[in-house]
């Protein structure tokens, strides 16, 4: 669903084109690295929704994982069989992309990880994923925008890129960002329209069968083959939106931190397992990663890619082959700048006993945690601020170490 | 707090341009007193009148169309001349005036040479530096748009900011009621603002007969009806000029604006009306008589003689031949019953209550067409509250609607006008005389479902990450949200997602 957007926002884009002048970009962090000197870019990926983590790096080992994924459990074998990590981890078949640049060691994966959030609201999961507070409800500003703030200031310093229509929230605060946003950016996707189109079926039958019929017609009227192919506009908007922010971060007086959100991640239904719903969204983020590596060139080597969720799902699926709201789940992390080939995770295994509240993935990983290690070894921020400023009251999470080569 | 939840959504939707954001508390007074809520806005005197800055009268407007219209021509010729050399036909077209009257203007991305090569969705690094735009030929700054844009902004900011919206929705169904298009070329254009502010405003808390005759001696109708051309075949113009008759505006005075179709009106009856306003017309950029663009009676153009129109004889006594007629049509009984069925779709449902329509048509003829009353008869009805919401806001409704939950006075109109073009409501631009169809057919169509939804996934993905839509929720519907739509809010992935399915949902869709 792919719409032109120029005419209707025409003003905000100008802005922010024209405010996006490179030569503002005054200075840059200082990076006190022993190994010489390092120009290092950050860009940090929110997928909203809530990524199934048991269905993206599935702990095939696990001997309880096939029974609670049941349907859309994958498999090393078969059609489309899952791509092996390590001995007990594969990773979805629809990721070809990260599978390689795991060979490469230039990607890794952290399992069974969360935020600090227990409940199961998207709206305050996201809050404290993005905000770096340890509860919801702090929205005004967010951890990547504050620890930009507490860079050292060397000569040249530089803002935040936010890609997309508004800054997400982990971006938000004090130190200047600057926004951009691809000329074409999906407008009601899929998953709006089927929840809509669920919602009147309830509430308003007339409307439901006006909306049903116009998402129809626009089927036809772009040539689709009406199966229904859902997010197949969004996989070319995902890989769309990161090839133009890679063209910009790749600039030699470019942003060296940038933020987005692809959403669309919230699993309830149909939410297939190698193929299917989940499938086309991981092909997606697959699809951009490769274009953040192609498009920052040389700059690769110096990136650290961070690709994080709310919250997981749910271990065992529903009644209707998805997954609901849950806990433990992944985060991964790609570049060249990445101490890959690795799944880093303090299993706690899918036993009934060991799930979380007897039914999510426990987390074992503060994500904070990474996050913080990402921060220390890739940007040089001090364990103190980070403790305090960036992720208030969380000096008990420490980084974790070695996750940058 | 909240005594009557419904009544709320009855009063902020029905009646008015829903909830405002913020710390409003539009919901919670709409709750404790409905009717109050409403009725409050009534009672303002002149709350109907926009007096903004910088917006003209109709005379002055004309002054400025011409003077655009003639430093075109000048410099449209100058750039002939300069041009005979180096042929370069693409340079002019901004310039143009095509028959409709609206300005070609070339978008923003072709007109830069540097997004006009990239690809759609690539960033296009030149333009970040310095959107270098290559000159474009001395142009006269396009007056005829910045009106309009004027005119909308101030229209715009005045329903998005008011208490109710009673007042302003009235104003959008007596301006479609009696409308013109702006389409129908510059004057129009330029007019569209100042007709319904000077013709329709004053009036509709005031009454019908006024508003009917402000309408019909409104420069602004009178070009979109071609009644500057209809000379009386008898008439010293006629004579000399070999013409007569254009019955167009004679016919939709019956048809659309009084009487309505079947109410009791014949061929000869158009034909009589058309004479006896001939002669009624406005002064044109030479104006002898008068200031251009202001009203005038050209007895040179009028049918001399009596004229028999439903039956009663009306003395050729000039103007006032005409001001004669209309005022008994606006008495009459078919009108009383045509406008009191209009308001009741207009504001409770397509195929309103009976009961409702018999006593707003009593309402209009025993207060000889005082509108303040028959809105206060609606107001005070039964129906209109016990009626369910089963009306589909229009595209106009839907977007205003939203900028006052979201709480964004607009400071540029563009926004809501393409919108409203893409949802097929272009702002003072029906494609006919009969106005926009005010019916779910009309606006509860496929496309059009599918274009709200992308328009509101579009405002939600700029807006949405700052509000939280459980609380906009409350603001829209509080206790009278439906737990479907509570449960699809709340189960939303994202703010955005939330805050698009927030503006789609029964709840700020229906009124």
């Given at each position: ?65 096939a029974g ?25 078949p ?9 060979r490469e ?10 935020t600090?959030?227990?409940?199961r609201?998207?709206?305050d999961g ?22 930009i ?5 060397g000569?040249?310093v ?12 982990v ?16 407008q ?34 772009f ?33 060296r931190?940038a ?8 699993t ?10 989940l ?6 983020l ?23 969720t709310?919250f997981?799902?749910?271990?065992r ?27 880093i ?5 899918l036993?009934?006993a ?22 220390t ?14 992720f ?14 | 707090?909240?005594?009557d ?26 709750a ?12 303002r005197?002149?709350g109907?009148?926009?007096e ?14 011409f ?14 001349k ?16 095509d028959?409709a ?51 909308a ?12 919206g009673?007042t ?10 009696f ?36 309408v019909e001696?409104?420069?602004?109708m ?26 167009n505006?004679?016919?939709e ?43 005038v009676f ?5 049918q ?49 209550p ?22 206060l ?10 009626a369910?919401?089963t009306k ?7 977007l ?17 006008l ?37 328009i509101?996934?579009?405002l ?15 603001l ?28 789609m ?7």
């Amino acid at each position: 669903m792919e719409r032109i957007t120029t005419s209707l926002l025409p003003s905000r884009r100008q802005w922010m084109l024209a405010g996006a002048s490179f030569a503002a970009w005054a200075y840059l962090p200082k990076f006190a690295r022993a190994a010489g000197y390092r120009d290092p870019r950050l860009i940090v990926v929110i997928l909203r929704g809530a990524l199934d983590g048991l269905a993206t790096v599935a702990p095939i080992g696990d001997p309880d994982y096939a029974g609670l994924h049941g349907a859309i459990a994958l498999t090393v074998d078969g059609p489309h069989p899952a791509l092996p990590l390590d001995s007990f981890f594969a990773l979805h078949p629809s990721m070809p992309e990260f599978a390689r640049m795991y060979r490469e060691q230039k990607a890794a994966v952290i399992h069974a990880v969360a935020t600090p959030y227990r409940e199961r609201s998207h709206f305050d999961g996201q809050d404290v994923l993005e905000s770096g507070f340890a509860g919801p409800g702090r929205v005004q500003s967010g951890w990547l925008n504050r620890a930009i703030e507490a860079l050292p200031r060397g000569p040249r310093v530089s803002g935040g890129l936010a890609v997309g229509p508004t800054a997400p929230l982990v971006l938000r605060g004090t130190a200047p960002i600057v926004g951009w946003a691809p000329v074409t950016l999906p407008q009601a996707d899929d998953d709006t329209a089927m929840r809509l189109v669920d919602l009147y079926t309830h509430r308003d039958p007339a409307l439901a069968s006006a909306l049903s019929q116009g998402l129809k017609l626009e089927k036809v009227a772009f040539g689709d083959d009406m199966k229904p192919r859902p997010g197949g506009n969004q996989i070319a908007a995902m890989r769309q939106v990161a090839r133009g922010a890679a063209k910009l971060i790749a600039a030699d007086d470019g942003p060296r931190i940038a933020a987005l959100a692809f959403d669309g991640w919230d699993t309830h239904a149909n939410e297939g397992g190698a193929v299917g719903r989940l499938a086309q969204l991981l092909s997606g983020l697959d699809g951009a990663l490769a274009e953040f590596e192609a498009g920052l060139g040389p700059r690769w080597r110096d990136t650290v890619v961070v690709v994080a969720t709310e919250f997981g799902r749910t271990a065992r699926i529903n009644g209707t082959q998805g997954t609901d709201h849950g806990t433990g789940t992944i985060a991964l992390l790609a570049g060249g700048a990445v101490k890959g080939g690795r799944v880093i995770a303090d299993w706690p295994t899918l036993k009934l006993a060991s799930l979380y509240q007897g039914r999510d993935l426990a987390p074992t990983t503060d994500l904070r945690a990474v996050f913080k290690g990402v921060l220390t070894d890739h940007l040089g921020l001090n364990e103190n601020v980070l403790g305090g400023v960036v992720f208030p009251e969380s000096a008990a999470v420490k980084p974790i170490k070695g996750l940058i080569a | 707090m909240a005594r009557d939840p419904q009544a709320a959504l009855v009063a902020l939707n029905r009646f008015g341009f829903g909830a405002r954001g913020g710390a409003s508390g539009d919901f919670v007074n709409a709750a404790s007193d409905p009717r109050g809520f409403v009725k409050a806005e009534l009672l303002r005197p002149n709350g109907a009148l926009l007096e903004v800055p910088g917006l003209l009268a109709t005379p002055a407007l004309a002054d400025a169309v011409f003077a655009y219209q003639d430093e075109v021509k000048r410099t449209r010729e100058a750039a002939a001349k300069s041009e005979v050399a180096s042929e370069q036909p693409g340079q002019t077209r901004g310039l143009s005036m095509d028959a409709a009257g609206m300005p070609v203007t070339v978008p923003p991305a072709a007109a830069s040479p540097s997004a006009g090569t990239a690809a759609a969705g690539e960033p296009a690094p030149a333009m970040l530096a310095a959107p270098a735009k290559p000159a474009p030929p001395q142009q006269p700054p396009n007056v005829v748009q910045k009106t309009f844009r004027a005119e909308a902004l101030a229209r715009l900011q005045r329903a998005v900011l008011a208490d109710c919206g009673i007042t302003e929705r009235l104003v959008a169904f007596w301006s479609n009621h009696f409308c013109i298009s702006a389409a129908k070329g510059e004057l129009a254009r330029m007019w569209a603002g100042a007709f319904e502010r000077e013709a329709i405003r004053p009036h509709v808390l005031g009454r019908f007969a006024d508003m009917l005759k402000a309408v019909e001696q409104h420069p602004a109708m009178l070009f979109f009806l071609d009644n500057q051309d209809s000379l009386g075949p008898d008439s010293r113009a006629g004579q000399n000029r070999k013409r007569g008759l254009n019955e167009n505006l004679a016919r939709e005075i019956m048809e659309l604006h009084t009487l309505g179709v079947g109410g009791g009106y014949t061929q000869e009856d158009v034909t009589s009306l058309a004479r006896i306003i001939t002669g009624w017309s406005f002064a044109g950029r030479n104006g002898r008589n008068a200031a251009p663009g202001s009203f005038v009676f050209n007895v040179n153009a009028h049918q001399p003689g009596p004229q028999t129109l439903l039956g009663k004889i009306y003395q050729d006594n000039g103007l006032a031949q005409g001001e004669a007629a209309l005022a008994d049509l606006a008495r009459h009984a078919s009108t009383a019953k045509f406008i009191a069925t209009k308001l009741a779709r207009h504001f409770v449902a397509d195929d309103p209550p009976p009961a409702l329509v018999t006593r707003l048509e009593a309402a209009f003829r025993t207060t000889d067409g005082d509108l303040k009353a028959v809105t206060l008869a609606l107001l005070d009805s039964d129906e209109a509250w016990s009626a369910p919401l089963t009306k589909i806001r229009s595209p106009y409704e839907f977007l205003v609607a939203g900028g006052r939950l979201l709480a964004r006075v607009p400071e540029d109109p563009g926004f809501y006008l393409n919108s409203l073009n893409t949802l097929g409501q272009p702002l003072w631009a029906p494609a006919g005389p009969n106005g926009f169809a005010d019916s779910n057919a009309m606006w509860a169509a496929p496309e059009g479902m599918k274009l709200r939804l992308d328009i509101s996934a579009q405002l939600a993905s700029r807006l949405g990450n700052n509000l939280d839509p459980r609380d906009l929720l409350d603001l829209v519907a509080g206790g009278a949200t439906s737990a479907e739509t509570r449960r699809t809010i709340e189960r939303a992935e994202s703010r955005q997602q939330a805050l698009a399915l927030l503006l789609m949902s029964p709840e700020f869709q229906r009124r």
